[in-house]
């Protein structure tokens, strides 16, 4: 099969115009991505079907998920995702458009780093998600996308994620940054862990950058130059090796597209994050 996609898509972030331009195209994939956690008291699922882009498929992200690790929504090989992908109508040829309703890039760049380790180039998120894309007035859907199941070919095996072992050798290497994704209060450890068993605080040496402090009031990313002081201010070195964390290597995918939209070539996500981290025994934690 031949992987290469009949529709261009601007990388990594498509617009909201755009996509509603390119709706009707028929190698264009879009992905309802949403997900919530439990203490946001919402239903991706029920929101999904309340109103959603038409054509987009719902993605649930824990499905997509290897549900024999021992931490949530670690990456599955690619052997595993790919018939996750083809049930839902995605192949190697089609460009693919991930979003999500958090209005923040909650869960939308996961998605699409997941399919970027496994090989698949043709993949954006779309800037804005759907809060942006209800406050243009483009329409929405009630109707449930008709999925065609197809074979999913991944390129290569998942890369493009740190394990604990090497995210420890990072710590005392000096040279590889470690960038924590999760909120000021659970970065200090002045507010409690949502995950039973988990420790306060950051991996030592960690650089603090908020996901949500990547987004403009009207939900799309900061302009490029606004990136670049951000993270800045917070001591990281785009030229410099990147490990994105987060709490269950969610949100700091949000990092990893805010550091591709840079020019940052070599960054990578620690899959087991602060949820794997914050509950071993022996790994040293500064708060």
């Known amino acids: 099969m031949?992987?290469?996609?009949?529709?261009?898509?601007?990388?990594?972030?498509?617009?909201?115009?755009?996509?509603?331009?390119h709706l009707a195209k028929p190698s264009l994939r879009i992905v309802?991505?949403?997900?919530?956690l439990p203490s946001a008291q919402r239903d991706a699922k029920a929101e999904y079907a309340a109103g959603h882009i038409a054509g987009a498929v719902f993605a649930d992200l824990d499905a997509l998920s290897d549900a024999t690790a021992p931490?949530?929504?670690?990456?599955?090989?690619?052997?595993?995702?790919?018939?996750?992908?083809?049930?839902?109508?995605?192949?190697r040829n089609h460009a693919v458009v991930v979003y999500d309703t958090s209005g923040q890039f909650f869960s939308a760049p996961r998605v699409w780093w997941m399919l970027r380790s496994i090989g698949h180039s043709a993949?954006?998120?779309?800037?804005?998600?759907?809060?942006?894309?209800?406050?243009?007035?483009?329409?929405?859907?009630?109707?449930?996308?008709?999925?065609?199941?197809?074979?999913?070919?991944?390129?290569?095996?998942?890369?493009?994620?740190?394990?604990?072992?090497?995210?420890?050798?990072?710590?005392?290497?000096?040279?590889?940054?470690?960038?924590?994704?999760?909120?000021?209060?659970?970065?200090?450890?002045t507010e409690p862990e949502p995950r039973p068993g988990v420790?306060?605080?950051?991996?030592?040496?960690?650089?603090?950058?908020?996901?949500?402090?990547?987004?403009?009031?009207?939900?799309?990313?900061?302009?490029?130059?606004?990136?670049?002081?951000?993270?800045?201010?917070?001591?990281?070195?785009?030229?410099r090796p990147v490990i994105a964390s987060c709490g269950s290597g969610v949100t700091a995918c949000a990092v990893?597209?805010?550091?591709?939209?840079?020019?940052?070539?070599d960054v990578t996500v620690y899959d087991g994050s602060w949820t794997e981290w914050g509950s071993q025994p022996d790994t040293p934690v500064e708060r």
Do not use: N
């Open 2 to 21: 031949d992987a290469t996609p009949t529709l261009a898509l601007p990388m990594p972030l498509v617009s909201c115009e755009w996509l509603r331009d």
């Open 32 to 36: 309802d991505a949403s997900y919530f």
């Open 71 to 91: 931490y949530p929504h670690t990456m599955p090989s690619a052997e595993r995702l790919a018939p996750a992908l083809g049930r839902l109508g995605i192949a």
């Open 123 to 189: 993949v954006s998120v779309l800037d804005g998600g759907l809060a942006r894309w209800r406050a243009l007035g483009f329409p929405l859907s009630q109707q449930a996308s008709a999925v065609a199941p197809t074979t999913y070919l991944p390129a290569q095996d998942a890369v493009g994620f740190r394990a604990l072992a090497d995210v420890r050798a990072a710590v005392d290497d000096h040279v590889t940054q470690i960038v924590d994704a999760r909120s000021a209060g659970r970065f200090h450890a």
């Open 199 to 239: 420790r306060g605080g950051h991996i030592p040496g960690a650089r603090h950058v908020h996901y949500a402090s990547l987004v403009t009031p009207s939900h799309t990313l900061k302009p490029a130059p606004e990136l670049a002081t951000l993270f800045t201010h917070a001591g990281v070195d785009v030229t």
């Open 256 to 265: 990893a597209l805010a550091l591709t939209v840079l020019g940052a070539t």
